[in-house]
């Protein structure tokens, strides 16, 4: 069964740095459009980063130039390197991951920004 693990999370204070790893298990196949979301109590999950069409990548306008998304492909994991950090990047950090229309989510790790 394939599983997603995030690690990474935790707190950091505004104009920090975290990097969140997310590791695939169960599946020796890459999954596909492996990325990153978010979500903060009362609000929809919304996408942060995430691979698309192989290695191309995209980001929610409000992290571009902040955020980055890398992977290593022989480890099946995947990598969000958070750099400048607001209050407003609160929120559960979500990996997700498909393969043969399954889509897999992890369970999510927190990041908290304070001001």
């Known amino acids: 069964q394939v599983q997603l693990v995030e690690s990474g999370g935790g707190s950091v204070q505004a104009g920090g740095s975290l990097r969140l790893s997310c590791a695939a298990s169960?599946?020796?196949?890459?999954?596909?459009?492996m990325g990153w979301y978010r979500q903060t109590p009362g609000k929809q999950r919304e996408l942060v980063a995430s691979?698309?069409?192989?290695?191309?990548?995209m980001y929610a306008d409000s992290v571009k130039g902040r955020f980055t998304i890398s992977r290593d492909s022989a480890k099946n994991t995947v990598y969000l390197q958070m750099n400048s950090l607001k209050p407003d990047d609160t929120a559960v950090y979500y990996c997700?991951?498909?393969?043969?229309?399954?889509?897999?989510w992890g369970q999510g790790t927190q990041v908290t920004v304070s001001s």
């Open positions: 691979f698309f069409s192989g290695d191309s990548t």
């Open positions: 997700t991951g498909s393969r043969y229309g399954i889509i897999y």
């Open positions: 169960g599946t020796s196949f890459r999954l596909n459009a």
